[in-house]
């Protein structure tokens, strides 16, 4: 089955970016990256992983929850097997660390979403 490996996080002054990859790889006949939506989820010290954005199959449709909508940008490169993270203007609400997942609806329930990776450390600190 497909699996996904996080990678791209570290530390970061308040204001700066970070861009994360989410990199799929395994052997599997019968599906393909651009067949599941995936999801970025994050886990903030003290609270619950929380989804904070999607990306449909294709690319086509982008949908960001209010906190970190104009600042975060979410794309993908099938023929590259990669989902692209890119984090703007980083506060240290950001903390935390970063997962992504596969699912088939991006807002549908999060125990739909499999193939999580280690996730990725993100630690935004002056």
């Known amino acids: 089955q497909l699996q996904l490996a996080e990678s791209g996080g570290g530390l970061v002054q308040p204001g700066g970016s970070l861009r994360l990859s989410c990199v799929a790889s395994g052997r599997t006949l019968d599906v393909t990256l651009d067949d599941y939506d995936i999801a970025w989820f994050r886990q903030v010290p003290g609270k619950e992983r929380q989804r904070i954005l999607c990306i449909t199959s294709r690319g086509r449709t982008t949908t960001y929850i209010e906190a970190v909508k104009g600042r975060f940008t979410v794309s993908r490169d099938n023929a590259k097997n990669t989902v692209y993270l890119e984090m703007n203007s980083l506060r240290i609400g950001d903390t935390g660390i970063y997962y992504c997942?596969?699912?088939?609806?991006?807002?549908?329930?999060?125990?739909?979403?499999?193939?999580w990776g280690q996730g990725t450390q993100v630690t935004v600190s002056s």
């Open positions: 997942a596969k699912g088939p609806q991006c807002w549908g329930p999060s125990s739909d979403f499999d193939s």
